[in-house]
């Protein structure tokens, strides 16, 4: 049932809230070394040896005053905890979606919260080494760390799809038009000088009437899907057939598509159904291949 | 009051009252007055039972600062609650600290005021307490120039004029004399006529001069049970009594019909139940929540249920100065410091001080052996307090009606 009514108001108000807030001696330390020095230093309790930042100048725990006991501490950390912002309000440091994580610093025994960037959203995850960059410019406040990015940086080289990676059902293509120098080329890496791909006169005489392609020029296409995209970089080829159906023209536009349709849970290997069609859509080829998708590597230095 | 048993205050700690405390953050400062308080009482943590933490809500801009403030308050692993009830919010912490005390609940609770009034916004603050549909729009904040214009009219300008600015300055003498007082002035009485003119009006004849600070501290308090007070205190001052009153004022008054003020009402209520007949001569010094010297000045008539112009003449007369036959705020009072969370708590813990002979050189000359404490905010809250040196005596007649 509605309880909205047209003859009750409703006040509009807006309050002003602002605020200072002192830093005090202990957090102004800190901020002058990450502005000065580009260092991040906690404060050590001597009692429980805990070293905590951002810095407190009491641990509440053994109510020790603790505010003496600098430590210097590693940009570097290990992300503890993080969630994705995606709603929008004007106050936040950076558009949504952004990663706010709980970072503890190297050295450190408390987390830091901050912000991180550098990594797909889906691929954020607790563990991550992190590590701060700061700020071209001072704020004089946390925000002179400007965010932590991975340590392992972007790596140099996308590896494909893992064998874990991979579902029936993902699918991907290749296409090129097929030009007189193609085939040429193609003759002089194969060494297959067949007059029907060129020579014209001598074409004219076969079923085809003109010259095609050789057959295995546009079953070639099916490698950059293969070996570059799925499974992508990586994959080691174990087996490719092919059954062609209809010819290739001079100037066709050749589509080849891989797709995954069956995962050998034994081998960790991967069944793919591939076909080939031309710019009218008609199957120029169809076949299989059988593949190793590429192993997780380790991490690559940057 | 009917107690389970007694509470003696038995260690105080505050931190110095300034406009600024730049070099420390809000855990900080309170951890100063905490260290204060437990020096004071030869304790540590580990000797308190519950921590009973209060402020101006919303002054700070900071959320359950209680749970935040934990770094400074030493709070971690004990019980804790936290308590804001505007203006009387110190002097409404002492009154939840000797309930917890005297129901039997702890036998030692550490009481937390404090306020940083310098971070906040005191007006967005107090436009949150007027009510949104009839008076928010309205509302013009904590400044009315209404007292000064009926002591006024009821004394004439000269005599009126003059009473609250030597009220006025004799606070400041006593705040000369307390280190921690936020502002010391240096104020002479040959100054007065001029001040009386020159000092900015803010409103009608309520001038800056007249009025209290907003300041940045924090004041502690240790309460103990009877058993553990004389354990770890020489000399604890004793809470005999306290009595709290209040009223929404503004849709009472109506023109110049009389009225009680919740104070002298607050007043006449605890008199009556602890025998006090002539509090001037029965109680030896009052530490009063003044905002103003105007109010100060019109306070004690309702305080101190005098008629008539017996209160000019107090002030007139020297009665309230330090060495005089009843000295009020021999700290300086709320027109020296006023960290509002901890304000109405320093009024106790400061004629507490009295009592346990802890008040160094703003000490009153004499024995105190009975001391009178207020608390006073929002729309007219009275918080009043009765502290002896002697241990309270049973109510036998009380005790035995429960």
């Known amino acids: 049932m509605s309880t909205a009514r047209e003859d009750c108001f409703t006040m509009e108000g807006k309050l002003a809230l602002p605020y200072q807030y002192f830093a005090g001696l202990t957090g102004s330390r800190f901020l002058i070394s990450l502005r000065d020095q580009k260092k991040i230093k906690g404060l050590k309790c001597n009692k429980c040896n805990k070293i905590f930042v951002p810095p407190r100048s009491t641990c509440e725990i053994c109510f020790e005053e603790i505010s003496g006991n600098w430590v210097d501490l590693k940009n570097s950390g290990t992300v503890t905890g993080f969630t994705i912002i995606r709603y929008e309000e004007p106050h936040q440091p950076v558009k949504p979606p952004y990663i706010l994580a709980l970072i503890k610093l190297d050295g450190a025994d408390t987390p830091l919260t901050h912000i991180v960037k550098g990594v797909p959203l889906s691929k954020m995850k607790v563990g991550m080494k992190v590590k701060a960059m700061f700020a071209k410019k001072s704020t004089s406040s946390i925000m002179d760390i400007d965010h932590f990015r991975p340590v392992e940086g972007k790596p140099k080289f996308e590896m494909g799809y893992t064998y874990d990676e991979l579902e029936v059902g993902m699918s991907a293509s290749f296409s090129k038009t097929i030009s007189e120098s193609d085939v040429y080329l193609f003759a002089g890496i194969s060494g297959d000088f067949n007059p029907m791909h060129l020579n014209e006169e001598f074409a004219k005489m076969t079923p085809f009437g003109t010259r095609i392609a050789h057959g295995a020029l546009p079953q070639s296409l099916i490698a950059p899907v293969l070996g570059m995209k799925l499974p992508g970089l990586g994959t080691v080829a174990l087996e490719i057939m092919a059954r062609f159906k209809a010819p290739t023209y001079f100037g066709d536009t050749i589509t080849a598509t891989g797709e995954v349709v069956e995962k050998l849970e034994k081998k960790r290997w991967v069944r793919m159904a591939l076909t080939w069609t031309n710019q009218k859509d008609e199957l120029v080829a169809e076949g299989s291949a059988l593949v190793i998708p590429p192993m997780p590597l380790p991490q690559q230095a940057e | ?402």
């Open chain 2, 1 to 402: 009051m009917n107690k389970n048993r007694n509470v003696g205050i038995i260690g105080i700690g505050q931190s110095v009252y300034s406009s600024h405390r730049e070099d420390v953050n809000q855990p900080e400062m309170i951890h100063e007055a905490v260290v204060e308080a437990l020096d004071q009482a030869g304790m540590t943590m580990d000797d308190i039972d519950c921590v009973v933490h209060g402020n101006m809500e919303l002054f700070e801009m900071v959320h359950q600062p209680d749970l935040w403030h934990t770094l400074g308050t030493g709070v971690f692993g004990k019980e804790s609650l936290r308590v804001t009830t505007g203006g009387t919010t110190g002097a409404t912490l002492v009154c939840a600290a000797d309930n917890l005390v005297a129901s039997g609940l702890h036998d030692v609770v550490m009481a937390i005021g404090f306020e940083k009034l310098q971070e906040g916004h005191t007006t967005g603050g107090i436009t949150n307490m007027a009510d949104p549909l009839w008076a928010r729009q309205l509302q013009t904040g904590a400044l009315t120039g209404m007292t000064a214009a009926e002591i006024i009219d009821e004394f004439g300008e000269d005599r009126a004029k003059k009473a609250s600015m030597k009220y006025r300055i004799i606070m400041d003498k006593h705040a000369m004399k307390n280190d921690k007082a936020h502002r010391r002035l240096g104020l002479e009485f040959d100054q007065a006529d001029d001040l009386m003119v020159n000092s900015p009006a803010l409103v009608g004849e309520l001038r800056m001069i007249d009025m209290c600070s907003q300041s940045d501290g924090t004041c502690v308090m240790i309460f103990a049970s009877e058993e553990k007070a004389k354990k770890f205190c020489k000399q604890p001052a004793w809470i005999k009594d306290h009595i709290t009153v209040h009223r929404e004022e503004s849709y009472y008054i109506f023109g110049d019909a009389p009225y009680t003020t919740s104070h002298r009402y607050a007043a006449r209520k605890l008199f009556e139940r602890n025998g006090v007949k002539n509090p001037r001569k029965e109680i030896d010094m009052f530490e009063m929540y003044d905002p103003s010297s105007w109010w100060g000045l019109d306070w004690l008539r309702e305080f101190l249920l005098l008629e008539g112009d017996e209160h000019l003449k107090m002030v007139e007369n020297d009665d309230i100065t330090m060495k005089g036959s009843f000295p009020v705020n021999p700290s300086g009072g709320v027109i020296a410091s006023n960290p509002i969370g901890a304000t109405a708590m320093v009024r106790v813990a400061e004629a507490a001080m009295q009592i346990m002979g802890t008040a160094g050189d703003h000490q009153v000359p004499k024995t105190v052996n009975q001391a009178l404490a207020s608390g006073f905010g929002g729309t007219m809250w009275t918080v009043l307090f009765l502290l002896t040196r002697d241990v309270p005596g049973r109510d036998e007649h009380l005790i035995s009606s429960v």
